[in-house]
């Protein structure tokens, strides 16, 4: 039996033991009638029977407050065993509206890593971004709600300063995320996952990402964008922007970011995984997690517990039917009472 109060039991039990000890004494105490005499036995009987099921209704009430429940058993989950790495590229680039409708390509790296994360369950995940320089955002964690609820607020770089970037900035900083994930954890595997356009907008050429191959068991390399472009509004960092600001514009256009699929196909042979430009119609290709660290996990012991108070709430329902009634059945002889007979006067 394992129990789940609502309230602490300390305070459970204040509040219902004096109502179950007075519900204790009316029940042993005989009643009296009107007169001060004891009632018959057919009455005493009655009383007995009325006042021990208003009992029962007190202690299904306190047991229902402490929300009992029997263990589910062990299940089986699937639970994958490694290490995932995300670098997502936050230049102003990455909000240029070329993705499905004229969304930002952003949306669509946020609906690629929801997807992900559902892919590999029991994994620890890492986020890095990259713009002009990289900063590790979230190290490895099971909290995938942490994870989400981080790209869910993402935002690209201010673009008033916003000086050019390399798409392989991060390259260093994945390096030393993942040669401490393997010198802390070599039993696990480790996964990569690249999501950017490959544009690259300083005039020095990208570095490579080959330093962590060694480390890199699996993965991919995801790229957002067309090759005629998308325009990109001006963003400056604030939470609260809500899609109304301007255009980048350049000699008088809006400027236009267009994907790089040669850098990109750099990055995934740097990494030794694939690449896939994604689009809003099809779904992303994710690589199966190593097959000598994906396990079946037995779980279930606490998290899967099988409701009981449902059966309480029941009986609660029951016996106030019961109260209900005979409410009503003294409410309506009291009324024929109080009724004049005819030919009363």
Do not use: K
């Amino acid at each position: 039996m394992i129990l789940q109060p609502v309230l602490p039991v300390i305070l459970i039990l204040l509040l219902g033991l004096p109502v179950v000890a007075l519900g204790v004494w009316v029940l042993v105490r005989p009643p009296r009638s009107a007169s001060g005499a004891p009632v018959t036995g057919r009455a005493l009987a009655g009383h007995r029977v009325r006042w021990g099921l208003r009992l029962v209704l007190v202690l299904a009430c306190i047991a229902l407050l402490l929300r009992p429940g029997v263990p589910g058993g062990a299940t089986q989950t699937l639970a994958t065993d490694t290490d995932v790495v995300l670098v997502v590229d936050t230049t102003a680039s990455i909000v240029a509206e070329d993705w499905a409708d004229g969304q930002p390509r952003l949306d669509g790296v946020r609906d690629d890593v929801r997807a992900l994360v559902a892919q590999y369950p029991g994994a620890r995940f890492a986020l890095i971004t990259s713009d002009a320089a990289a900063e590790l955002r979230m190290p490895l964690t099971t909290d995938t709600t942490a994870l989400i609820g981080s790209l869910d607020v993402l935002r690209p770089e201010v673009t008033s300063q916003s000086r050019g970037s390399s798409i392989a900035v991060a390259a260093p900083l994945l390096e030393e995320t993942l040669a401490s994930a393997a010198a802390s954890s070599p039993d696990r595997s480790r996964m990569v996952f690249y999501f950017g356009d490959g544009e690259q907008t300083v005039v020095s050429d990208p570095e490579s990402f080959a330093a962590s191959a060694e480390y890199t068991d699996a993965g991919a390399v995801f790229g957002y964008g067309t090759t005629e472009g998308g325009p990109m509004r001006i963003t400056s960092g604030d939470l609260s922007e809500d899609g109304s600001a301007g255009y980048i514009e350049y000699q008088g256009e809006r400027a236009l970011s267009t994907i790089d699929e040669e850098n990109l196909q750099t990055i995934a042979e740097d990494l030794g995984v694939a690449y896939e430009h994604r689009t809003a119609e099809s779904a992303p290709a994710f690589p199966d997690a190593p097959a000598t660290t994906t396990t079946y996990a037995e779980a279930g012991e606490v998290g899967n517990v099988i409701e009981l108070s449902w059966a309480l709430a029941l009986v609660i329902v029951l016996l106030l039917g019961v109260e209900l009634t005979r409410a009503v059945t003294l409410i309506a002889r009291l009324r024929h009472l109080g009724t004049p007979r005819g030919g009363d006067a």
